[in-house]
């Protein structure tokens, strides 16, 4: 059976590619790619005259069957995205899915990525952190997000139309000095990385033109140990005016600074 290789490609400078990426872009029957216009400028760079195919997000199902096809035959594809690594928050997932269920093999080629590119550069307490991939349209599902998440560092794409009400709901719940970093056009020529109060970036962003995809990081809420029979005390409260667990655990995680699921556990625990 065929392989097909997911080749992670530079973000911006064409020179963040691997020597292995290049020899199997070069080897490979077939590449797949979001728009060939965008892949042929990193093709020519690195004088590749493989046959490319366009494979989005509107299309990703139909090339399923062309990409089937010349793995059935013994043959082998790549598939890339725009920039960075396939299959996250770029097309691959579908095809990577269907072939693998064909019995086909699926390799991977490191490289670039916006994600880990942007999280070398940012300083942290921990190692710890969730990716939500771009964030939702309405403020009110954001605000979901950001509130829920609040508990650990959170990593998320966003377009540069909607940033600025993105750091506005950052403001809204977590006040002036809440604590984030935003990078953007990574490796580009007007690549930067800002580490600030959301106050300070917000009012740099209100008066500096925006452009090219953004990388954000909500650093988590710090806390101090609490009492936890205070705690205690004020859930059963809340349960005696028939709060429901899931609210009390937002109130009292908004209210004393706490991990909502901290809370949620001592919710659970008096439920026993």
Excluded: W
């Amino acid at each position: 059976m065929g392989t097909l290789y997911s080749v992670a490609v530079p973000l911006g400078n064409l020179g963040d590619i691997t020597f292995r990426a290049i020899e199997i872009l070069k080897q490979v029957d077939c590449i797949a790619c979001e728009d060939t216009r965008n892949t042929k400028i990193l093709l020519n760079k690195y004088n590749i005259s493989t046959k490319v195919i366009d494979c989005h997000k509107f299309n990703e199902k139909e090339r399923c069957t062309v990409i089937s096809q010349i793995l059935d035959n013994n043959g082998s594809a790549a598939i890339v995205s725009d920039a960075g690594t396939p299959g996250i928050c770029d097309p691959g997932c579908i095809l990577e899915q269907k072939l693998l269920d064909n019995g086909h093999k699926i390799v991977p080629i490191p490289g670039a990525c916006a994600l880990t590119t942007f999280l070398s550069a940012v300083p942290r307490n921990n190692e710890f952190f969730s990716f939500v991939g771009f964030l939702p349209k309405t403020s009110l599902k954001r605000k979901e997000i950001f509130t829920n998440f609040s508990y650990i560092n959170l990593l998320f794409y966003e377009s540069p139309n909607r940033l600025i009400s993105c750091l506005k709901d950052i403001y809204d719940l977590f006040g002036n000095e809440k604590k984030i970093a935003v990078g953007r056009e990574l490796t580009k020529i007007y690549e930067e990385i800002k580490i600030d109060s959301v106050g300070n970036i917000l009012s740099y962003y209100k008066n500096h033109p925006l452009k090219g995809e953004i990388v954000g990081l909500v650093f988590a809420n710090e806390y101090i140990d609490f009492n936890q029979n205070e705690i205690i005390k004020d859930i059963i409260s809340l349960k005696n005016q028939r709060f429901s667990d899931k609210d009390i655990s937002k109130i009292l995680s908004s209210l004393k600074n706490i991990p909502k699921n901290k809370v949620y556990d001592l919710c659970i625990n008096l439920n026993d």
